[in-house]
């Protein structure tokens, strides 16, 4: 019976199994259950049923209890439950559909019915199932093609520096390395690594000569940095998805300083958010450690020490103690992106 679907039948009374498995044999596979825990056990096995005919007076756990449990479960969530059951008041119908079950059939069952009906909710459930399929499809193009645009605004960014176009990427990374090393999971860590590229966005926004007078400390200086600022928010728009709202969160918070002296908005301590903590130090170390017009690159150990040296004053202490202890992967992000 190659390519045939799996029915899942559960019912404490093995003759009500023998008739169910005698009408649908010839169509389908079938295995059954006597208790609601084997049948939950065999619902979210390697091999689960497409779908289920479900009994609810039943001992140890009734029909109710094992759908809500199957509902409740990712894993078995989308398996279509049929109850076919003695028990016919419109209140337990209602609550068979309120708990997620997509038919309601009486017992004695007619054999017509109940073979067109599980027809039906297989043909259903892979309609539903082709459906998902498409959405993912298109999330993943779109999510691919907003990572394009982060990666362009990126490179633009990176265009208006006099520096290397690895600049940005290297800060992505190690912003990353940092975000792992504070305890981020795989998916803030992604998050962080691609929203990290837009740190510097707002420079796309303003000409030369306020750039200028940004490179150059003195005077003038912070009120460029801070239109930067403004027109990185007013480029990244107001786009609620967690990997833009992060990278607004990164322009607008990674000059500030551990001790209330940096800016906008003179936050100290953990009222910075972590991420801009983290791309704090990741562009300060990018910066000590690149060779430019009128300073020499400092080699990584010295390049360590001088954030050590202003740990607790513009970097979370603790922060700079994770990057530090990382010095080996640091070196292999360098060696793959250098200049």
Do not use: W
Not at 64 to 83: G, W, Y
Not at 297 to 308: F, K, R
């Amino acid at each position: 019976m190659e390519g045939s679907k799996t029915i899942l039948v559960v019912d404490d009374t093995p003759e009500n199994i023998d008739v169910l498995v005698g009408l649908l044999s010839s169509e389908y596979r079938v295995r059954a259950a006597t208790r609601g825990i084997k049948a939950l056990e065999l619902a979210a096995s390697d091999h689960p049923p497409d779908l289920i005919l479900l009994d609810i007076m039943m001992p140890e756990m009734d029909g109710f209890e094992v759908c809500r449990r199957l509902k409740a479960d990712p894993i078995t969530a989308s398996i279509p439950v049929i109850f076919v059951t003695a028990k016919i008041a419109v209140a337990d119908e209602i609550k068979g559909f309120e708990l997620g079950a997509v038919d309601y059939l009486s017992k004695p069952v007619s054999p017509p019915i109940l073979l067109r009906r599980v027809k039906t909710q297989l043909a259903l459930a892979d309609q539903n199932h082709a459906l998902e399929r498409i959405v993912a499809e298109r999330t993943a193009e779109l999510e691919l093609s907003r990572l394009q645009v982060v990666h362009c605004l990126g490179r633009a960014a990176a265009s208006r520096e006099r520096g290397s176009n690895a600049h940005a990427l290297r800060i992505s990374r190690y912003s990353r390395l940092l975000g792992e090393e504070a305890g981020m999971g795989p998916t803030d860590a992604a998050l962080l690594l691609n929203a990290s590229l837009m740190y510097d966005v707002g420079k796309i926004g303003l000409p030369d000569s306020a750039l200028e007078v940004a490179s150059n400390p003195g005077k003038g200086a912070r009120a460029v940095i801070e239109a930067e600022i403004k027109m990185g928010v007013r480029i990244l728009g107001n786009d609620n998805s967690d990997l833009l709202t992060m990278a607004r969160t990164i322009v607008t918070t990674f000059r500030e300083s551990f001790d209330g002296s940096g800016y906008p908005r003179g936050l100290t301590g953990r009222d910075i958010p972590l991420v801009g903590r983290i791309v704090a130090i990741a562009n300060m170390f990018e910066t000590l450690t690149t060779q430019r017009a009128q300073t020499e690159a400092y080699p990584v150990p010295e390049a360590l020490i001088q954030l050590e040296a202003c740990a607790g004053i513009q970097f979370d202490p603790e922060l700079v103690r994770r990057f530090c202890r990382a010095e080996a992967e640091i070196l292999e992000i360098k060696s793959v992106l250098g200049d």
